[in-house]
């Protein structure tokens, strides 16, 4: 078996009662409630066309997840997003990053760098410098169209780094992907498209067992969001993303 094949096995075994089964089960309160609230304010704010409800999700998010952006600044943020979501409504909420696969990298790019460069330039006069809100406003566009945006996490990046290494993947760079400018988001929508072609002989497993999460917890789940949960969860151990083969109901001990 090739690591290919290695890696589309222990995804699998993470979606069939493994990884990603546990990271709802062993924290049932915080996660499964959190999942759930982000789906539904998200989908109350589609419904919205002032995007009202944007700076108390950014809050939520930035709190959630800890991505250490200032409070004082998520106002600024907040009427970023607004201004470049109404610009692109209909696309964002239309497209799928694995449809028109060659354009929507460079789509997503676009817009998490816009972002960026509009708060960033609202900004410019505090002191200490403002922080990039990179992890932060990719968290909220993922939420916003989950079959769009992949999240990026430092964590996550970790095993983007192993995967690249042992698969020896071209045209992507995790080094770029971490950029916090937004310059490399291109890069990380190129991988998971490569991982979607690298499933494809388990696609209809992969779609059941994600079908299956979405019942058995009541929640949207994603492609995106699979890949997202298998590679935070392991965190870049080599031996997690090529070897893992724990099938059964979660260990409520482990992370």
Same mark, same amino acid.
């Given at each position: 078996?090739?690591?290919?094949?290695?890696?589309?096995?222990?995804?699998?075994?993470?979606?069939?009662?493994?990884?990603?089964?546990?990271?709802?089960?062993?924290?049932?309160?915080?996660?499964?409630?959190?999942?759930?609230?982000?789906?539904?304010?998200?989908?109350?704010?589609?419904?919205?066309?002032?995007?009202?409800?944007?700076?108390?999700?950014?809050?939520?998010?930035?709190?959630?997840?800890?991505?250490?952006?200032?409070?004082?600044?998520?106002?600024?943020?907040?009427?970023?997003?607004?201004?470049?979501?109404?610009?692109?409504?209909?696309?964002? /909420?239309?497209?799928? *990053?694995? =449809?028109?696969?060659?354009?929507?990298?460079?789509?997503?790019? %676009?817009? #998490?760098?816009? &972002?960026?460069?509009?708060?960033?330039?609202?900004?410019?006069?505090?002191?200490?410098?403002?922080?990039?809100?990179?992890?932060?406003?990719?968290?909220?566009?993922?939420?916003?169209?989950?079959?769009?945006?992949?999240?990026?996490?430092?964590?996550?990046?970790?095993?983007?780094?192993?995967?690249?290494?042992?698969?020896?993947?071209?045209?992507?760079?995790?080094?770029?992907?971490?950029?916090?400018?937004?310059?490399?988001?291109?890069?990380?929508?190129? /991988?998971?498209?490569? *991982?979607? =072609?690298?499933?494809?002989?388990?696609?209809?497993?992969?779609? %059941?067992? #994600?079908?299956? &999460?979405?019942?058995?917890?009541?929640?949207?789940?994603?492609?995106?969001?699979?890949?997202?949960?298998?590679?935070?969860?392991?965190?870049?151990?080599?031996?997690?993303?090529?070897?893992?083969?724990?099938?059964?109901?979660?260990?409520?001990?482990?992370?």
């Amino acid at each position: 078996m090739n690591d290919r094949e290695k890696l589309t096995n222990s995804f699998v075994n993470s979606l069939n009662y493994g990884f990603v089964w546990s990271y709802f089960c062993i924290d049932k309160t915080k996660n499964k409630k959190n999942e759930h609230k982000l789906r539904k304010d998200l989908n109350e704010l589609r419904e919205d066309p002032t995007l009202g409800g944007t700076e108390a999700l950014l809050e939520f998010l930035n709190s959630f997840y800890n991505t250490r952006f200032k409070k004082e600044h998520l106002g600024s943020l907040s009427e970023s997003l607004k201004s470049i979501i109404k610009r692109n409504q209909d696309r964002l /909420l239309r497209e799928n *990053l694995f =449809e028109n696969g060659s354009e929507n990298p460079h789509f997503c790019q %676009g817009i #998490i760098q816009k &972002i960026i460069q509009d708060v960033i330039q609202e900004l410019k006069d505090c002191k200490p410098k403002a922080k990039r809100p990179y992890s932060l406003v990719t968290k909220f566009m993922h939420f916003y169209n989950p079959e769009l945006f992949p999240i990026f996490d430092s964590q996550a990046n970790k095993s983007w780094k192993v995967v690249e290494e042992c698969l020896n993947l071209t045209g992507y760079s995790s080094e770029k992907g971490k950029k916090t400018d937004g310059i490399g988001y291109g890069d990380i929508c190129k /991988l998971y498209l490569k *991982l979607r =072609e690298i499933i494809e002989p388990q696609r209809e497993k992969v779609e %059941g067992l #994600i079908e299956n &999460i979405e019942t058995t917890f009541n929640i949207e789940f994603s492609i995106l969001d699979a890949f997202d949960k298998f590679f935070w969860l392991a965190s870049g151990q080599e031996e997690f993303l090529f070897d893992y083969n724990y099938i059964g109901p979660p260990d409520p001990g482990h992370r």
